[in-house]
């Protein structure tokens, strides 16, 4: 069965970076395109970024755009999301994600 297992989150001060990663395994990993979604404390699903399963092409969401680099290793079946300049409006629960499954997600808070 498909599983998604992210970890690396945590507390970290505004302007700091964090890295996140997803191990996949249920599924071929490297012919999937892969997703970071999170929510925040009362509110919906937000999408963060994709790549192509290849890793040639990734897109981001204009409130991260310039500041998180979403990355893979197709031979370790392991998705990353490095999130640098990080500001309070990023605390959320951050989710691995692919077409119709998703993890049980990672806690990111950014507090002072």
């Known amino acids: 069965q498909v599983q998604l297992v992210e970890s690396g989150g945590g507390l970290v001060q505004p302007g700091g970076s964090l890295r996140l990663s997803c191990v996949a395994s249920g599924f071929t990993f490297r012919s999937s395109y892969m997703n970071w979604v999170r929510q925040a404390p009362g509110k919906g699903l937000e999408w963060v970024s994709s790549i192509y399963p290849d890793g040639s092409k990734s897109t981001y969401a204009d409130s991260v755009k310039g500041r998180f680099t979403i990355t893979r290793d197709n031979a370790k079946n392991t998705l990353y999301l490095q999130m640098n300049s990080l500001k309070s409006e990023d605390t959320a629960v951050y989710y691995c994600?692919?077409?119709?499954?998703r993890g049980q997600g990672t806690q990111v808070t950014v507090s002072s």
């Open positions: 994600a692919k077409a119709g499954y």
